[in-house]
């Protein structure tokens, strides 16, 4: 089965700086996405950004980017410049093709300004 | 409509009584998910379904759990004989079928339930 591992609990950037928040998988198969969604306390599960396993071209988007290491199965989310509005819950997930979509436990980012 | 929504936003209930939730998904989105979070984790995964019918029932915890989506649009997730364990947010998720934006979840805001 596959499972998503976020080992950073909570993390702290100070306002203006980059902080990169971890992110590990386990998976046989070859084609699948991963996400990185934002959750402020408003609950609502907002997309931050998205990676296609086939492309090895790390995505991009804005402020956010991703370190995709297919082979060391680890995808990592760089936030840079960081703002107050970014603090939030972060998951991690995974999706197959046709499949669900699988989360992590989370990482609560914290920015100070 | 514009957005996945959920109703209600917030439900308290005593233990034992029955509940359900209601689910409008994106207007054309054909696959929706139901998701539980509880406090202080992740979003677990309890039912997919592509159209009318329930592709992935899974992840529904025990037979006091139900849902159901009978014209491919609005879904109703039923809990019978809730428990305080029950209390949680349900999050309900829909996606495009077929092509790469079939693989996006957009989510609702989340039903929170409490169960006294």
């Known amino acids: 089965a596959q499972t998503v591992t976020q080992s950073q609990p909570e993390m702290s950037v100070q306002e203006a700086e980059t902080v990169t928040l971890s992110c590990t998988y386990d998976t046989s198969e070859s084609d699948y996405y991963l996400f990185w969604y934002k959750q402020p306390p408003s609950r609502q599960m907002i997309l931050v950004i998205r990676q296609e396993a086939y492309k090895q071209q790390n995505a991009t988007e804005n402020r956010f980017s991703v370190n995709f290491q297919k082979a060391a199965k680890s995808f990592s989310l760089k936030i840079s410049d960081s703002q107050l509005g970014d603090a939030a819950m972060y998951f991690c997930a995974y999706k197959s093709r046709a499949d669900k979509l699988i989360f992590g436990t989370g990482t609560r980012l914290q920015v100070f300004p | 409509g514009a957005g996945v929504s959920q109703t209600p936003s917030n439900k308290v209930t005593e233990k034992g009584k029955y509940v359900e939730l209601r689910c409008d998904p994106i207007?054309?989105?054909?696959?929706l998910y139901w998701y539980r979070q509880s406090l202080g984790q992740g979003p677990e995964f309890l039912i997919y379904f592509q159209g009318t019918g329930a592709a992935d029932d899974s992840g529904l915890p025990n037979d006091r759990f139900f849902a159901v989506r009978p014209e491919g649009s609005v879904s109703t997730l039923k809990i019978q004989r809730t428990e305080r364990g029950d209390s949680a947010v349900y999050l309900c998720a829909s996606s495009r079928s077929g092509g790469s934006g079939a693989n996006v979840l957009t989510f609702g805001a989340g039903s929170r339930l409490t169960v006294l």
């Open positions: 207007s054309g989105h054909t696959a």
